[in-house]
């Protein structure tokens, strides 16, 4: 399997590395913007797009829109990370279209887990 992280914070996309990559055995590309999550999402055709909901410049929300938009992304599965666990903030995410929703923080010694489930794989 193959992810995209799109998040800003660094510290976020190193620790989903170490946690899908080496514990989850997938591999993982990063992203540290919506607009170059976007690009390569186009390159890289990723099995899943775990995708940070509150990001400068465009949120998680305008990158979702756009990847749908794009053929060739618009059947990428995305996840999103949000710090927002409320029950009203999560299913709006998933009425947006989103696979499914991990809220920060996350335990990185089952977040490929999680993962796994939320995908049905």
Same mark, same amino acid.
């Given at each position: 399997?193959?992810?995209?992280?799109?998040?800003?914070?660094?510290?976020?996309?190193?620790?989903?590395?170490?946690?899908?990559?080496?514990?989850?055995? +997938?591999?993982?590309?990063?992203?540290?913007?919506?607009?170059?999550?976007?690009?390569?999402?186009?390159?890289?055709?990723?099995?899943?797009?775990?995708?940070?909901?509150?990001?400068?410049? +465009?949120?998680?929300?305008?990158?979702?829109?756009?990847?749908?938009?794009?053929?060739?992304?618009?059947?990428?599965?995305?996840?999103?990370?949000?710090?927002?666990? +409320?029950?009203?903030?999560?299913?709006?995410?998933?009425?947006?279209?989103?696979?499914?929703?991990?809220?920060?923080?996350?335990?990185?010694?089952?977040?490929?887990?999680?993962?796994?489930?939320?995908?049905?794989?």
């Amino acid at each position: 399997m193959k992810v995209l992280i799109i998040d800003d914070e660094q510290d976020v996309r190193y620790i989903v590395q170490m946690s899908l990559g080496r514990i989850g055995q +997938m591999t993982v590309v990063e992203a540290a913007s919506g607009e170059e999550g976007i690009a390569l999402a186009r390159s890289e055709q990723p099995t899943f797009i775990l995708l940070d909901m509150m990001m400068p410049g +465009m949120d998680g929300a305008a990158v979702f829109r756009a990847l749908r938009a794009l053929p060739e992304t618009a059947h990428i599965p995305v996840v999103f990370l949000t710090a927002k666990a +409320m029950l009203s903030e999560i299913q709006r995410l998933k009425d947006l279209g989103a696979k499914g929703v991990v809220v920060k923080p996350f335990d990185p010694l089952t977040l490929a887990r999680e993962i796994k489930a939320i995908l049905g794989v």
